[in-house]
């Protein structure tokens, strides 16, 4: 969607509480609510959320309402969720391993299930805030653009790698940025207003990240940014200072101890998608002849040699 990208005002307590959120959490699960109760495991499995997130949107993503959220903070002892988050912000680094889970076991239904159920979630949330205009421009915004660079950082690399190879199948003249061994600065000094940035930007990011962002967004390169809900300050500041703008499909990561991407990857699918529909299929599928013809000719495929 595109993303006006709000961050969140100061703190109104200035006191921090002597015990940590969590043990507050684990020691007073039993006594909440039940809706209290799933507020709190999910906060427990995101407290990066927590960070960046303000209490109507960590409402939103947990599933409850604002009022519930209000009452598990002060059943915690929390005055506030500034208080709250200023806590959490004590001994938890955003994008840090998620290792504040409730349960330790993953209940009655046994760990396929629970991973299953965890993936079909964080999917479901994703898309629930997509915006289908937001993602039909960023589609047109890639498939007209003179080139593309997919930049990933990281834990973005592998899905700027996949939607690299999925693009290059409908279009010409798609990069995976950098390349080993070489700078951000060569790879990006020519990309301008005419061209198109898709940017993966998930959680535990390099420093420099911020500074491609900036860097980007000064040359007036359109952006598409692929990240969970720790980009946005990063991007509100880029945007802030330059006549651009960017679209921004928000990911949200399942987390059980360590991040799953599955989400940010379907997000990359549902984009390849769009552009498909942008293209039209006679160029498309001539596209991919061709490139069906090299793969015989090269011998490159194991199914080419069958033949």
């Not at 330790?104 to 991973?115: C, M, R, Y």
């Not at 552009?275 to 498309?284: A, F, L």
């Amino acid at each position: 969607m595109t993303t006006e990208i709000h961050l969140s005002g100061a703190d109104a307590s200035e006191t921090a509480p002597s015990t940590s959120a969590v043990d507050r959490i684990r020691r007073s699960f039993d006594a909440l609510t039940a809706t209290e109760q799933e507020a709190a495991r999910f906060i427990l499995g995101h407290l990066t959320d927590v960070l960046v997130c303000n209490s109507a949107e960590l409402a939103e993503l947990s599933g409850v309402s604002q009022p519930t959220m209000s009452r598990l903070y002060r059943k915690l002892g929390y005055a506030n969720a500034g208080e709250f988050r200023r806590d959490v912000r004590r001994f938890h680094q955003p994008g840090s391993p998620e290792l504040s889970n409730v349960d330790d076991a993953d209940g009655d239904d046994g760990l396929v299930a629970a991973h299953m159920e965890r993936e079909l979630t964080a999917v479901r949330r994703t898309f629930s805030r997509l915006d289908e205009g937001s993602v039909r421009a960023a589609a047109a915004t890639i498939a007209d653009a003179r080139r593309v660079c997919v930049i990933g950082l990281r834990n973005g690399y592998p899905v700027a790698l996949h939607l690299r190879e999925q693009l290059t199948q409908l279009r010409g003249d798609v990069r995976v940025l950098p390349q080993p061994g070489q700078s951000v600065a060569e790879e990006i000094v020519d990309y301008g207003p005419s061209d198109a940035a898709i940017v993966v930007g998930v959680r535990r990011r390099p420093a420099t990240f911020a500074g491609i962002v900036d860097a980007l967004a000064a040359a007036g390169v359109p952006m598409i940014v692929i990240g969970d809900a720790t980009v946005r300050p990063v991007l509100a500041a880029a945007v802030s200072q330059a006549a651009t703008s960017a679209t921004v499909l928000e990911a949200d990561l399942s987390t059980h101890v360590l991040s799953s991407y599955t989400a940010a990857f379907a997000l990359a699918a549902l984009l390849v998608d769009a552009v498909s529909d942008r293209i039209p299929p006679s160029d498309s599928a001539a596209r991919v002849e061709s490139i069906n013809r090299l793969f015989d000719d090269l011998d490159e495929l194991e199914s080419s040699r069958r033949r």
